[in-house]
C-alpha cells in the first residue's frame, strides 16, 4: 500500500522535449508538494496545493506547470526541457492540521 | 525561517546512541525544530519536531536546550538502516502563511558501522 506514490520513477528524454510526472496520494491528505533535489543535494521546494487550489509557487521557470485535477492527484508537467533540469523530483503530502510531511519515492529527470 | 548549522557528517557504530546536534542561533519564539531524514535514493522522511520541550517517540528523541539556540536528535540504539543524511528544519507551524513549506540544508551524514 503505497501511500505516496510517483510516476515514472525513471525518466530520459532529450533536450526541448515535454515531459510530465504523476503523484498520487492515498492518505486523504489536502496539501501536495513539489520539491526538487539536484545533483548537490540540495532539496527545494517548487510548488504547494491545498484542495486543489495553488499556494505556494517559488521561484520557478513557468515552463513548469503543476496540475491538480482532485485533491489526491498533483502532476507536474514541463515543458521544453533543459539540460539543468535534471534532477530528482519529489513529491509529498501533508494532512490537514499537522506538520508531518510524507514524500514520495522520488522520480529521476535526466535531460540529454 | 532561521537558519540552521549542522556538522557535513558523523559516525556511529552500530548499537550505540547516535547524537546528531543542530545550531539555530537565530530562531524566534514561535519557529518549531524539525527533523528529517533521506535514506540513500529514497524520499525524505519526518522523524519527530518539538518547540521547547523534550520529545520523544518511537523513532528518537529531540533535546532542545533552555535557550532554544541549539538542539539534539537521539537515536538511541543506531541501526546499519539508520545510516542517511538528517536534516534540521526550523520554521514555524504550519498554519496561516506558513503552508508547511520546508527548506532545507545540506543535512548531516550520519554514517553507522558494524
Known amino acids: 500500500d503505497t501511500a505516496v506514490s510517483q510516476t515514472p520513477k525513471y525518466l530520459v528524454t532529450q533536450m526541448g522535449n515535454d515531459k510530465s510526472i504523476k503523484c498520487e496520494q492515498n492518505?486523504?491528505?489536502?496539501?501536495m508538494y513539489w520539491y526538487k533535489q539536484d545533483s548537490k543535494k540540495f532539496l527545494k521546494i517548487m510548488f504547494s496545493?491545498?484542495?486543489?487550489?495553488?499556494?505556494i509557487n517559488e521561484t520557478v521557470p513557468n515552463r513548469f506547470s503543476p496540475k491538480s485535477p482532485d485533491k489526491a492527484h498533483l502532476n507536474l508537467h514541463i515543458n521544453s526541457l533543459e539540460l539543468g533540469d535534471s534532477a530528482v523530483y519529489f513529491c509529498a503530502s501533508r494532512p490537514q492540521g499537522a506538520d508531518e510531511q510524507f514524500f514520495g519515492p522520488g522520480t529521476r529527470l535526466t535531460v540529454l | 525561517d532561521a537558519k540552521t548549522t549542522q556538522p557535513p557528517s558523523m559516525d556511529c557504530a552500530e548499537g550505540r546512541a547516535a547524537n546528531l546536534p543542530c545550531n539555530h542561533s537565530t530562531i524566534s519564539g514561535n519557529e518549531y525544530v524539525y527533523w528529517y531524514r533521506q535514506i540513500h535514493s529514497q524520499g525524505p522522511q519526518y522523524i519527530i519536531h518539538g518547540l521547547k520541550n523534550n520529545e520523544t517517540n518511537e523513532m528518537a528523541s529531540l533535546i532542545i536546550t533552555e535557550d532554544r539556540k541549539s538542539s539534539t536528535l537521539i537515536l538511541p540504539h543506531a541501526t546499519l538502516r539508520d545510516t542517511a543524511v538528517y536534516y534540521c528544519i526550523v520554521r514555524f507551524q504550519t498554519g496561516g502563511t506558513s503552508y508547511g513549506k520546508l527548506t532545507f540544508g545540506q543535512g548531516t551524514i550520519l554514517t553507522v558501522h558494524p
Open positions: 492518505l486523504g491528505h489536502d496539501t
Open positions: 496545493y491545498n484542495n486543489k487550489e495553488l499556494i
